[in-house]
């Protein structure tokens, strides 16, 4: 079993830069892998990004290519997203997600434990 618990949201301008990190409980999560999807109000949950267990390997969607980046600290059981110049579009609820295989996916349905959401919000 494993726990996810997100923090680092919140209101930033255009432009700004926020970190979000996900913190998880359980003496397994260097096997695990892990992503990070958000939903926007009125929309489907959709993949941003994902990291394999050793975190050698990352996948983003074209939307964040270049802006966000996943990292992972195994030691400190955390996941984290940089994400960099933020726009409106942005603006959504993020979920730290976790597979229990050592390959990521970017398929929702393929992670078996959530977070509870940390929301973004983005002004122009």
């Known amino acids: 079993q494993v726990q996810l618990v997100e923090s680092g949201g919140g209101l930033v301008q255009a432009g700004g830069s926020l970190r979000l990190s996900c913190a998880a409980s359980?003496?397994?999560?260097?096997?695990?892998?892990m992503a990070w999807f958000r939903q926007a109000q009125g929309k489907e949950r959709e993949f941003v990004a994902a990291i394999t267990w050793t975190g050698y390997n990352t996948y983003y969607a074209d939307s964040v290519k270049g802006r966000f980046t996943i990292s992972r600290d195994n030691a400190k059981n955390t996941v984290y997203l940089q994400m960099n110049s933020l726009k409106p579009e942005d603006t959504a609820v993020y979920y730290c997600?976790?597979?229990?295989?050592?390959?990521?996916?970017?398929?929702?349905?393929?992670?078996?434990?959530w977070g509870q959401g940390t929301q973004v919000t983005v002004s122009s």
């Open positions: 997600a976790a597979r229990a295989y050592t390959i990521a996916t970017m398929a929702s349905y393929e992670y078996h434990y």
């Open positions: 359980g003496r397994t999560f260097s096997s695990y892998a």
